[in-house]
């Protein structure tokens, strides 16, 4: 016998007073009044159309179709419970797929090296990363998290910050040994140029913090790419002078490849970095996890976490 679905209430109140043996036995078990209870078993009886149980004034019997419908509701109940299970285990254990997205750049530079630590604390777990600089539709387009770098327009997402892009000005040795060093920022008007642009941002406008201030310095220059990573290498190859995010130059700068320039004047503050992910309410321990260990180990890698 099947069961529609707007009767399981119905249903599972009858199944409650059929295993406490009373009306007031199940009423006190779910903190209702016994006529409460009795009339609602009534009206399920009413739904059925048909007599489930047989009231005395010392116990109550079931009827053979009550019979029925009672191994009916053991059924429902047990996969209740299964779904409660499985519930729980979703919310706890983390395993399955996750989908991640991030901007190319910081994707290869800074979010893919961490993977094999993340992958040897969760095994279990599928990552699935698109590395793209556009802003995914989460909802629409399935992904877990999102880490977005730049300030966020007002929408139902939730939003943790990471931190923030601190910059940085470089150039190699070689290319300061023939143009010589620029020693404040309107300098660098004389000098080759490398930056940033993806068709909808073109980051040529450089800013300085001065005399307390930030101030800002149009920029030009012989080479123009959509890739941070393109442009550090056209920059250790002495094509000109770079801005950008220090965490993409540490290690050159370290090697001795790319010179830091203007220390008396520092970059304006960089575009704040987000991880963002659809709901907050019931989140699975795959997504927690990962943001979890994306504030423990990524944050870190930016200039101000």
């Not at 009413?46 to 116990?59: F, V, Y």
């Not at 290319?175 to 040529?204: I, M, Q, V, W």
Request: hydrophobic share 45%; glycine share 8%; net charge neutral.
């Amino acid at each position: 016998m099947a069961i529609p679905f707007e009767r399981i209430p119905g249903l599972m109140l009858f199944a409650r007073v059929a295993r406490s043996g009373s009306f007031s036995a199940a009423a006190q078990a779910l903190g209702l009044s016994r006529s409460a209870v009795s009339k609602q078993v009534a009206a399920f009886e009413a739904q059925i159309g048909g007599r489930l149980i047989q009231r005395t004034t010392r116990k109550l019997v079931l009827t053979e179709l009550g019979e029925e419908i009672l191994r009916e509701a053991q059924r429902v109940e047990a996969a209740l419970e299964a779904i409660e299970g499985l519930s729980a285990e979703h919310a706890q254990h983390v395993r399955g797929k996750l989908r991640v997205s991030c901007s190319a750049t910081a994707g290869r530079e800074l979010l893919v090296p961490l993977l094999p630590e993340f992958h040897r604390r969760y095994p279990e777990l599928e990552l699935e990363l698109g590395l793209e600089d556009r802003f995914v539709d989460l909802v629409a387009e399935r992904v877990d998290v999102a880490i977005r770098i730049g300030h966020l327009p007002d929408s139902s997402l939730v939003a943790r910050r990471l931190g923030e892009l601190a910059w940085a000005l470089v150039a190699s040795p070689a290319y300061l040994a023939r143009h010589g060093t620029p020693k404040r920022p309107e300098d660098l008007a004389g000098h080759a140029c490398l930056f940033y642009s993806n068709g909808k941002h073109r980051l040529d406008n450089w800013g300085f913090v001065v005399g307390g201030e930030v101030q800002r310095y149009p920029v030009q220059g012989p080479l123009v790419i959509n890739d941070a990573s393109a442009l550090v290498s056209a920059a250790i190859g002495g094509m000109g002078v770079l801005l950008i995010d220090q965490a993409l130059v540490r290690a050159p700068v370290a090697a001795g490849l790319l010179t830091p320039l203007l220390p008396n004047f520092p970059p304006a503050p960089g575009f704040p970095v987000y991880a963002v992910y659809p709901a907050r309410e019931h989140l699975p321990a795959r997504t927690q996890a990962f943001v979890d260990y994306l504030i423990e180990r990524f944050a870190p890698l930016l200039g101000d976490a």
